[in-house]
């Protein structure tokens, strides 16, 4: 039976930041670098963002990011 989990990570480890690098060459693909507002893993680990994992089978296949701004929020990272 597979087991899927989402929960609050710290984006600083080794299999997270391989997946930020592949998302970012996929995007650096798709879009012209002033179009790409792509946060880095220390812009990730600010109190000011809520950093979620999900993992299938223990092995995380997806992320994504809550950035609280004054009066709103963005989804970055996902």
């Known amino acids: ?14 299999e997270i930041i391989a997946m930020l690098h592949a998302s970012d060459a996929y995007m650096d693909g798709l879009y012209p670098p002033e179009n790409n507002y792509m946060l880095d893993v220390a ?17 995380a296949i997806g992320c994504a990011a809550l950035a609280r701004r004054d009066g709103y929020a963005e989804i970055k990272r996902m």
């Open 43 to 59: 812009d990730l680990m600010v109190t000011a963002i809520s950093f979620l994992v999900a993992h299938r089978d223990g092995a």
């Open 1 to 14: 039976m597979t087991t899927i989990s989402i929960a609050a990570e710290a984006p600083d480890q080794p």
